[in-house]
């Protein structure tokens, strides 16, 4: 499905165009080797704090230039990741690149050193019985504050899982790495659920950021999910934020954090720099920050 205009500058490539026969088969070899072909690569879409405007972490989303058929987003090949199992190696690999591009932010970057990264984490690795293994390695060779990840899973992931283990979610937390419950409202979380998950981070689902202005629900939805993470003690991001309209209203609700094309779409690790220099509030934060060594 080709985004609209407006949209991420990557597109437009559906497996659907191709039919199931032959395309599906297809993208699912492809996919397998994609990794060894260097055609997976990370874009950044800055996380900003509405009162500065400023940035205060990056959240990773995976491109795959295909060889063939060029860019392809996830919703059209993340699926398949998952069926296949090929999420796992991608998902390490996705984990490793995004912790060591944002440490090396925080380390190089005058204004960064307190950047977080955020990263998509499927079901399938979650279950993995590896998976704290693999975030613990990650840490240990990039060398990033394992206080500054957030690992997003999606609502509705979570509740496809009544068997999360447990102890992977304990040992996630000891290691000091947050939880982000992402697309949140599109599922049915009890409070109870989210509390026994010890999630650190509610994103709001940008289908009510979208009714923010036009619909009263869209207001409404957003004040339930607010006074719940209050009691929860849980931070909120409002994820696709598109128009000052709706930055005003958030801003109305008391909504700290948020992110979306009306700052940056989701750019390649190279272009951010430039984008940190060309927005004020960290130009701002950086002038103020300790001079970072080298
Ligand atoms: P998500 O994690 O909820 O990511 C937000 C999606 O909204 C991204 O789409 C982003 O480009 C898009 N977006 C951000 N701001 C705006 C905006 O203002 N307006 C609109 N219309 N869209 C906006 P993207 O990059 O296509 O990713 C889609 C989904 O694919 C992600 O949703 C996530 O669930 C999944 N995904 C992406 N990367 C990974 C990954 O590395 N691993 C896994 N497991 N899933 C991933
Ligand atoms: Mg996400
Ligand atoms: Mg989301
Ligand atoms: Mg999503």
Do not use: C
Not at 129 to 139: C, K, N, R, T, Y
Not at 148 to 170: F, R
Not at 270 to 285: F, G, K, Q
């Amino acid at each position: 499905r080709a985004k609209s205009a407006g949209g991420d500058s990557s597109a437009i490539y559906d497996v659907r165009m191709t039919g199931r026969a032959t395309g599906r088969l297809d993208l699912e070899s492809d996919l397998r080797l994609a990794l060894d072909r260097n055609e997976l690569s990370l874009n950044y879409q800055p996380i900003i704090d509405v009162s500065t405007e400023g940035a205060v972490g990056f959240e990773a989303l995976l491109r795959w230039h295909h060889h063939e058929h060029g860019p392809i987003m996830p919703d059209a090949f993340i699926p398949i990741a998952e069926e296949t199992g090929m999420i796992l190696p991608i998902g390490t690999w996705v984990l490793r690149e995004a912790l060591r591009q944002v440490q090396q932010w925080r380390t190089q970057v005058p204004g960064a050193e307190n950047f977080t990264a955020a990263v998509n984490i499927s079901g399938r690795q979650l279950v993995a019985g590896d998976f704290p293994d693999v975030v613990e390695a990650a840490i240990r060779d990039t060398g990033i504050d394992p206080a500054a990840i957030h690992l997003e899973i999606t609502e509705t992931v979570l509740m496809d899982q009544p068997d999360l283990p447990k102890e992977t979610l304990q040992r996630l937390a000891r290691l000091g790495v947050g939880l982000s419950i992402d697309d949140f409202g599109t599922g049915y979380s009890s409070l109870s659920y989210l509390k026994w998950l010890s999630a650190r981070t509610l994103k709001i689902d940008r289908t009510f950021v979208e009714e923010l202005g036009a619909d009263p629900h869209g207001a409404t939805i957003i004040e339930l999910v607010l006074g719940m993470a209050e009691s929860l003690r849980l931070d909120v991001v409002a994820e696709g934020v598109e128009t000052a309209v709706q930055l005003g209203e958030l801003r109305r609700l008391g909504v700290r954090l948020a992110q979306g094309y009306l700052w940056s779409k989701p750019l390649p690790a190279e272009r951010i720099p430039a984008w940190l220099r060309s927005h004020p509030a960290n130009v701002a934060a950086a002038i103020s920050a300790p001079v970072a060594a080298g």
